[in-house]
């Protein structure tokens, strides 16, 4: 089987090992074997194989040849500790919820939220939202504003009114992964924009803009997902300046946000430049969801349209029942509490980590994680799964190259479950991979 792109035989590859025709632990053949078998050069074969690493679905050990990762541990299973997902789920908060929305859910209540409602919402959930999205020295009109299903609907919404097929949308070199499966759904390539301490450069942005022009681009300026950093004060006016200069729309994540507000979002700097992303699903919980985007004047329409051929509006009930609980004030209270649990988790996991190359903001839910030599993130991912810790390969967010590191998400276990599946793997990264057997 000739194929002129690697990645197809990729493709081929994974598909074998996600439906089990090939086992965790199969030993894949020898390079040079499998570009005979298939018809192409060593290094073609050798691409290949990058590629499924780059996937996690493959681990090598130098020496040995390359293995099957196991990843067939992954989020949902009942007998796990899921240190993956991450949409925080407080004891008690659901009562909270309950209460906020004992006057939606009456037949009087009802009534009104049983009829569909547009993708511009109702009067009073504009009102409320804009007042959510809001900050002091900055207001978002309520005739700007646009609701969905959820956040990941707003951002392919977003997307779909800014890129068209077969067009560059910049993002930072390890972004959200949902943003990498919505452009490979809609035929958009996605151009890593290179990151410091503070997040997305903008010399950066604007050089990737020269070699080739960008769509638009997406970035998360507050706790970054997954490295965890702020953009300060002074590079959201640099980079809002630099955005209105080169004519770019820039599509920006606030969804972790609540855990840490201080800076004006990049919306108030550049306010024509910006669609600003929000949701309730960390805030409150997957759940019960609600999209938000607050849009230039110029492009609400677009946007509203690509929210409708997209359907992905939100229900009216479902619109209701978020509206009330920000009205009355309940997600404040709970997002007030999560604060306080996000640092104490943090806390935990910098106390267990200690010594190890960890990149983590104490405000925050995840943690980025650079291995220890001799372990890379597929290998490693594996050799967690075995023990029934499900975390996050560095590929599942990088554009560009891949480094050898995982995203821990805090948030799922209890405290106490949380230090100890921590503590497991770090005893793994103490040891090495052959003796670990990580690689089988």
């Known amino acids: 089987m000739v194929r002129d792109d690697f990645r197809l035989v990729a493709d081929v590859v994974a598909a074998d090992i996600r439906s089990g025709r090939m086992r965790p632990g199969q030993r894949l053949l020898p390079q040079r074997e499998f570009a005979r078998r298939h018809g192409m050069a060593v290094s073609t074969a050798a691409r290949v194989y990058q590629e499924l690493a780059r996937r996690g679905l493959v681990a090598g050990a130098v020496g040995r040849g390359t293995f099957v990762a196991d990843f067939s541990v992954r989020s949902g299973d009942a007998d796990l500790v899921d240190l993956e997902a991450n949409f925080p789920v407080l004891p008690g908060q659901s009562s909270m919820v309950a209460r906020a929305l ?64 077969g067009q560059r949308l910049g993002v930072e070199e390890l972004t959200y992964p949902v943003v990498k499966a919505i452009a490979a759904r809609h035929g958009v390539t996605l151009v890593p924009i290179g990151m410091d301490g503070e997040g997305l450069s903008g010399s950066a942005l604007e050089e990737a803009h020269r070699r080739g022009p960008l769509a638009a681009v997406y970035l998360q300026p507050t706790l970054h997902n997954p490295l965890g950093v702020t953009m300060s004060a002074g590079r959201r006016v640099e980079l809002g300046a630099r955005l209105a200069r080169l004519g770019l729309v820039a599509i920006e994540d606030r969804i972790n946000s609540f855990l840490y507000d201080e800076e004006l979002p990049l919306a108030a700097h550049a306010p024509e430049q910006t669609i600003l992303v929000d949701s309730l699903s960390k805030r409150v919980g997957a759940g019960l969801n609600l999209g938000l985007l607050a849009c230039p004047a110029g492009l609400t329409g677009r946007v509203a349209a690509a929210v409708r051929s997209g359907a992905w509006g939100v229900p009216g009930v479902a619109l209701a029942c978020a509206t009330a609980v920000l009205a009355d004030g309940t997600a404040q209270r709970i997002v007030r509490l999560k604060q306080q649990d996000a640092r104490l988790r943090q806390a935990v996991v910098a106390e ?24 890379s993130a597929g290998a490693f991912v594996s050799a967690a799964a075995r023990q029934r810790v499900v975390i996050s390969p560095a590929a599942d967010y990088a554009v560009g190259g891949v480094p050898d590191a995982v995203r821990l998400s805090t948030s799922s276990p209890d405290v106490e479950t949380l230090r100890g599946s921590v503590g497991l793997l770090a005893a793994i990264a103490r040891r090495s991979p052959e003796e670990v057997g990580a690689a089988y």
């Open 102 to 165: 004992g006057r939606v859910l009456t037949p009087a209540g009802l009534e009104a939220a049983m009829h569909p409602v547009p993708v511009t919402g109702t009067r009073e959930s504009r009102r409320v939202g804009a007042s959510f999205l809001s900050r002091p020295g900055w207001a978002v009109e309520p005739e700007r504003l646009l609701f969905t299903g959820s956040g990941r609907q707003a951002i392919a919404a977003a997307m779909v009114a800014l890129v068209a097929p």
């Open 352 to 375: 267990v980590l200690a010594g190890f190359d960890v990149r983590a903001d104490p405000r925050s839910y995840h943690v980025w994680w650079r291995l220890p030599g001799g372990w």
